[in-house]
C-alpha cells in the first residue's frame, strides 16, 4: 500500500502526540496533519452512527476493521460496488451544506447492487480532505449512516484522510463508498433471462441523483444561475414548474427551495424495494440509471439480439429536467446524461407486471410501464418511440 496520511474514523485509540509540539523539531501537525481533529471526529461519529447497531456486527466502531456475520443461505453469492458522488460534491461545499452527499453516496452503490438482484449488507466509506473539521467529517458521515439506513445495511467501516497540499483550498474534499450484498446465486438478474415481450418498468427518481453535475454547473455558470436563487423564479430559470399538457400535473416544489435546495435533493435509494420485488417473483433483470443516461445502462440490462424500446411518452419528466431543457440541453442530451425522470428500469415478465407494479408503489415509488424487449436487428441496444414530454 502508497504511504498516505490518515485519521481513520475506526480507530479511536489512534496516538495523537505526533500532532503536537515537540522540542522545536519536525512535527505533524507542521506539516498539515491535525491527528487530534482526525479522532475529535471519530468521537462525534461514534455518538451519531445508527446503522452500526444491527444484529449481524460483531464488535463495535474503534477497531481495525468490522466484522459481519454472514446470513446463512444454500449457494450465497457476494455482489460488491464502488462509486463516488462526482462533482455534486462542488454544489454541496458552495452551499455549504455536508448534510445529504453522504446519501447519494450510499445510493450510488447500493442500487447497483441491487439492481443485479443481491440485498446489500454492509457498506465503506472513503472520505479525503485537505483540512479535517470534526463537525464538517461529522455531518458527511451522518449522511453516508442516513443512507446505510434507509437501503437497510450496516455502515462496517471507513476511513478519513487528511491530505494537505493535495487540493487547492481547506474545504475542498472527495468521497468514495463501496457496498457489498448478498444473494442465492440461482436468484440472480442479469441480460440472461430477458426474452423478447419482456415488459420494462420505468420507477421515479428524485431529481438529477449524481450524475451530469459537470454539465449542471456549466450551465449556471453560463447563464449567471445563483444557487441561492429560488427554483421556481425567472432568477432560477425555470419560471412556472408545469410543462404544457403535462398528465398528470408535475409535482411542484416549495416556492422558497434554491436552485442549490433542488439540486442537492438526495438520489433515491431503490435496496428496500428491490428486495420485496425479489420476493414478489417476475424481475428478469434491471437498469441503475446512472452516468450515460438509457443507452449506456438500460442497454446493459438486455442481451445481444434484443432491444429495449422505450416509449418516451409514457411519463412526465420532473420540474428539473424541463429545467435543464430550458437552459438548452437537447432531448437526447438529456437522455444519455442523466435519468429524465426514470431512476430505474426493471425489466420483467408480462404476467408479472400488476403484481409489481402493487409492490412498488407499496414501497413508496411511483412506477408506469415505460417500453418493452423487441428484437434488436439492426439498431441499437435501446430505442426510443415518442419524444419526451418537455
Known amino acids: 500500500m502508497g504511504e498516505q496520511d490518515e485519521t481513520p474514523q475506526g480507530e479511536a485509540s489512534r496516538d495523537t502526540s505526533h500532532g503536537k509540539e515537540c522540542g522545536g523539531g519536525f512535527t505533524y501537525k507542521q506539516a498539515g496533519v491535525d491527528v487530534a481533529a482526525g479522532n475529535a471526529a471519530v468521537e462525534l461519529l ?10 449481524l456486527v460483531l464488535g463495535e466502531l474503534g477497531g481495525f476493521g468490522g466484522a459481519m456475520r454472514l446470513p446463512r443461505l444454500k449457494d450465497p453469492v457476494l455482489v460488491a460496488g464502488t462509486d463516488g458522488v462526482g ?7 458552495a452551499m455549504g451544506r455536508y448534510d445529504t452527499i453522504g446519501i447519494d453516496l450510499v445510493a450510488m452503490s447500493v442500487n447497483d447492487v441491487s439492481a443485479c438482484g443481491a440485498v446489500p449488507l454492509f457498506f465503506l466509506d472513503y472520505i479525503v480532505t485537505a483540512k479535517v473539521e470534526p463537525e464538517k467529517i461529522a455531518a458527511l458521515v451522518g449522511g453516508v449512516d442516513e443512507g446505510c439506513l434507509r437501503a437497510q445495511c450496516v455502515l462496517l467501516g471507513g476511513e478519513t484522510a487528511e491530505h494537505p497540499g493535495h487540493f487547492k483550498a481547506d474545504d475542498d474534499f472527495d468521497m468514495a463508498g463501496f457496498a457489498v450484498g448478498i444473494a442465492e446465486r440461482d436468484e440472480l438478474w442479469g441480460p440472461a433471462q430477458v426474452v423478447v415481450g419482456d415488459v420494462l418498468i420505468g420507477v421515479d427518481s428524485h431529481g438529477l441523483h449524481s450524475n451530469g453535475f459537470s454539465l449542471v454547473r456549466r450551465l449556471l455558470e453560463h447563464h449567471g444561475i ?3 436563487s429560488k427554483f421556481l423564479s425567472e432568477g432560477g430559470g ?6 404544457p399538457g403535462a398528465t398528470p400535473p408535475l409535482p411542484c416544489y416549495d416556492p422558497e427551495a434554491t436552485v442549490g435546495d433542488v439540486l442537492l435533493t438526495p438520489t433515491a435509494i431503490y435496496s428496500p424495494v428491490l428486495h ?4 414478489a417473483g417476475g424481475v428478469h433483470a434491471a437498469a441503475h440509471v446512472t452516468g450515460g443516461g438509457f443507452p449506456d445502462n438500460v442497454g446493459r440490462a438486455v442481451p445481444h439480439g434484443l432491444a429495449a424500446e422505450i416509449d418516451l411518452g409514457s411519463w412526465t419528466p420532473g420540474p428539473e429536467f424541463l429545467w435543464l431543457h430550458a437552459l438548452g440541453v437537447a432531448p437526447d442530451e438529456l437522455l ?7 431512476g430505474l428500469v426493471l425489466v420483467v415478465a408480462g404476467d408479472a407486471v400488476e403484481r409489481l407494479l402493487d409492490v412498488i408503489a407499496r414501497g413508496g415509488h411511483g412506477a408506469r410501464v415505460i417500453g418493452a424487449v423487441v428484437p434488436r436487428g439492426e439498431g441499437a441496444a435501446v430505442r426510443y418511440r415518442g419524444e419526451l414530454r418537455l
Open 46 to 55: 461514534k455518538q451519531r452512527l445508527k446503522s452500526v447497531k444491527h444484529p
Open 87 to 93: 462533482t455534486k460534491i462542488l454544489i454541496a461545499q
Open 226 to 228: 445563483d444557487l441561492h
Open 238 to 243: 425555470l419560471g412556472a414548474g408545469t410543462a
Open 276 to 279: 420485496d420485488l425479489g420476493h
Open 336 to 342: 444519455r446524461t442523466f435519468n429524465c425522470g426514470i
